[in-house]
């Protein structure tokens, strides 16, 4: 799995001790998507085609609270 191709980052959300964080941003094609970091390794992009911003914004921040789990790259 590679990183998506973000064309521009909206927002970045982060836990009080930056373990966890996660960028949503838009694609060259005008999807939604958030990346997500564990202890600044990057684990996993998703892309929301047919969502809004504030559904990505809402998956960003639920990562960095611990309420939304991911899958990591293999």
Do not use: C
Request: no cysteine.
């Amino acid at each position: 799995m590679r990183m998506k191709q973000a064309d521009k980052i909206l927002s970045t959300y982060s836990d009080d001790n930056l373990m966890f964080r996660a960028f949503t941003f838009i694609t060259e094609n005008g999807h939604y998507g958030a990346r997500f970091y564990d202890k600044g390794v990057w684990q996993t992009d998703e892309i929301y085609e047919g969502h809004n911003e504030e559904y990505a914004e809402n998956a960003a921040e639920n990562y960095v609270l611990g309420i939304k789990k991911i899958q990591p790259r293999v």
